[in-house]
């Protein structure tokens, strides 16, 4: 029975790195041009590849938000906010689960789902915007 559980548990925990891995995977920018031409269709997209439904779910509350608004704006603030926050959450995530990984870029995350998690890091990556020379701080 315990090596069951231990089973269990290793398979989720490789399900959830997986899952780390591939919102690590998002390219930033093209994220915003999908979310820029192609609103409602890049959210659910981005969601489906990334298995994290919360920007549809918030954007979707974004869009009911706005509707009232879209009779006085023309429907302005309709077609900006859902995506506009659904595009913020995508990238959020991924570099939240960049930092978590110890990658910097998507290609990184590329070579970590190929690879079968040979490379991964374990610790996480803290940057702080100090530089230290001969012990002074700031350099120089």
């Not at 989720?12 to 997986?18: A, I, N, T, Y």
């Not at 439904?53 to 706005?66: D, K, Q």
């Not at 009232?68 to 991924?94: E, H, N, R």
């Amino acid at each position: 029975m315990t090596t069951a559980t231990n089973d269990y548990q290793s398979y989720l925990q490789q399900k959830d790195q997986v899952k780390a891995i591939k919102q690590a995977r998002v390219r930033i920018g093209i994220s915003w041009v999908a979310h820029l031409f192609a609103g409602p269709i890049a959210s659910v997209v981005y969601s489906i590849k990334t298995e994290n439904f919360i920007p549809v779910l918030a954007a979707t509350g974004a869009a009911v938000v706005s509707l009232p608004v879209a009779v006085i704006d023309f429907g302005l603030t309709f077609a900006v906010a859902p995506p506009v926050v659904s595009a913020v959450l995508v990238q959020t995530k991924a570099g939240e689960r960049r930092r978590q990984l110890g990658i910097f870029g998507p290609e990184q995350a590329d070579a970590l789902m190929f690879s079968n998690f040979q490379n991964t890091p374990k610790t996480e990556v803290v940057v702080n915007n100090q530089t230290q020379t001969d012990g002074v701080v700031g350099g120089i």
